[in-house]
């Protein structure tokens, strides 16, 4: 099969070695917007050649991570494709063929040296100053030797016979590059074991997966110099590469290097409450911007707009309060009832009363102040129990004027039966109002002394929604017991 040459095949190529971390996440959203804006397709494969550390337990999560971020792929493990399988563990006869082919083109060699001897040479090149290389022991055997020790059985690696000189490749991001191929090194292709090294078996199946753009971290710069001596090597027109500055985080550290703080893996923030689109607008933009400018932006509009002209070279940092601001725009965005639905396990969570009409009531009322639905129980639930009055509080209430006006509302809001008309926040606002204007008490003076005696609290929702928030009953006793 030959490839369009319009035609985008992207992959994500993660190793589950661990949880989908955000840096991971943002290289995977952007080959899914590429694969989705030029009508592409998306591979994922899993590289777990490192046996000792990759589990199907930790490939499940990191799928269920893609998936709860809304990135589906067309080919992989799970949904199979033209070129399966798409785990690497289970590729081992093409990287077998492939090392076959370089060897037999004089462009790799079997390696006898010993992992002992490897470190001493090291050992000793470091301390004569010297960057630690392989100083091409084996390079210089004679091949047909080198064959026969390799048919008696003797332990060996295939290493890859650097050419020398310098690597070009045009970035697509980062534009012309030239890396000296002399701080490379002949490097391992396969282990004695017979496992693909990360470079190798990247090469080997990018060019079998037909893949035309790879698009990942500017950390593996110096990978892809090796992989584009390889593919010319092994006769193979080299992808398109696409190099994605580092995120930093707010200390300018890497963020990749960022373990054990919070909010470092994308499944943080789907536990903590956060709308998906939140964490892909957000992660959409770093590195990258809208041609309009905009910041909020859902899905559609990414894969209508994102490509890689405007990704930039420069680092991007990880502002946390901005991606907070972003979540609580999505969230605001959501229609309400959908967004109380999405909030009732949480709340469950929380062991708060599950019921969809005091659930939307509840996010109704504090849907302005929260990032993550995560933050709507602890809400909810000093709502429901408020603590003690502060000084401030207490003052309000200490005003003669402000229990007369109490105690005419409780009086009101007792006189209308319960049962027959039941009321809302809007009418409670009015009767509100009307008590005002019969006592002459207006403004601050007639809403502070309600709200503190609905929460206690000198700020917060707004009163109508306070009301639908705590019902009618309790709203009653509160204002009751606030103008004793
Ligand atoms: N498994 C590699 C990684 O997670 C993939 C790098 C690549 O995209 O080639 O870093």
């Known amino acids: 099969m ?29 080959n899914w917007l590429l694969a989705r804006h030029h009508a592409g397709v998306l591979v994922l494969r899993i590289e777990d ?22 990135l589906e792929w067309d080919e992989g493990p799970d949904v199979g494709g033209p070129h399966a399988p798409y785990r690497q563990s289970e590729r081992a006869a093409v990287y077998a063929a492939r090392a076959r082919q370089l060897l037999e083109a004089g462009r790799a060699f079997r390696c006898f040296c010993s992992d002992e001897l490897l470190a001493t040479k090291r050992e000793a090149q470091r301390a004569a100053g010297e960057e630690p290389h392989y100083d091409g022991t084996c390079r210089r055997l004679d091949a047909g030797e080198a064959g026969r020790r390799a048919q008696s059985g003797e332990t060996h690696t295939i290493r890859f016979h650097v050419p020398g000189g310098v690597v070009r490749f045009d970035d697509l991001v980062r534009g012309p590059m030239e890396i000296d191929s ?20 990247c090469v080997a199946d990018d060019a079998e997966m037909q893949i035309s753009h790879v698009v990942r971290g500017d950390d593996h710069l110096y990978n892809t110099a090796r992989q ?6 092994l006769g193979i027109p080299a992808p398109q590469f696409a190099h ?18 919070e909010g470092t893996y994308a499944y943080e923030y789907r536990d903590a409450g956060f709308l998906p689109g939140a964490l892909v607008n957000f992660l959409a933009l770093l590195g990258w911007s809208s041609p ?3 910041d909020i932006l859902d899905l559609e509009r990414l894969v209508q707009e994102f490509d890689l002209d405007r990704v930039s070279k420069s680092p991007a940092i ?47 009322a504090f849907k302005d102040g929260i990032a ?85 609290r000198l700020h917060g929702p707004e009163l109508a929604l306070l009301f639908d928030a705590m019902g009618r009953e309790t709203a009653t006793k509160r204002i009751r017991d606030a103008a004793r």
């Open 318 to 364: 990880f502002d946390a309060r901005k991606l907070r601001w972003m979540a609580g725009e999505h969230l605001r965005a959501q229609p309400l009832e959908a967004l109380a639905e999405r909030a009732r396990p949480f709340l469950r969570a929380a062991g708060l009363p599950d019921d969809p009409e005091r659930a939307a009531a509840w996010t109704a």
């Open 292 to 294: 309009s400018g905009d």
């Open 372 to 456: 993550c639905l995560g933050e709507l129980p602890p809400r909810v639930r000093e709502l429901l129990h408020p603590g003690p009055l502060d000084a401030e509080a207490a003052a309000v209430l200490g005003q003669e004027e402000a229990r007369r006006l109490l105690d005419t509302l409780a009086d009101r809001l007792e006189r209308v039966p319960g049962d027959t008309q039941p009321m809302d926040g809007a009418q409670f606002k009015r009767l509100l109002q009307e008590c005002g204007r019969e006592l002459g008490v207006r403004g601050k003076s007639l809403f502070m002394p309600a709200r503190v005696a609905l929460t206690g």
């Open 2 to 30: 030959r490839l369009e040459s319009n035609e985008h095949r992207l992959r994500f190529a993660p190793s589950p070695t661990g949880r989908l971390h955000v840096g991971s996440a943002r290289t995977a959203l952007y």
């Open 49 to 70: 050649t490192d046996a000792e550390r990759s589990t199907r337990d930790l490939e499940e999560r990191l799928m269920a991570d893609l998936h709860w971020m809304g």
């Open 244 to 261: 994605l500055a580092l995120i930093l985080d707010e200390d300018r550290s890497k963020l990749s290097k960022r373990e054990g703080r």
């Open 228 to 233: 584009v001596m390889l593919y010319a090597a």
């Open 182 to 201: 002399a701080t490379l090194g002949d490097f391992v292709l396969l282990r004695s074991n017979g496992v693909p090294t990360y470079n190798f078996a």
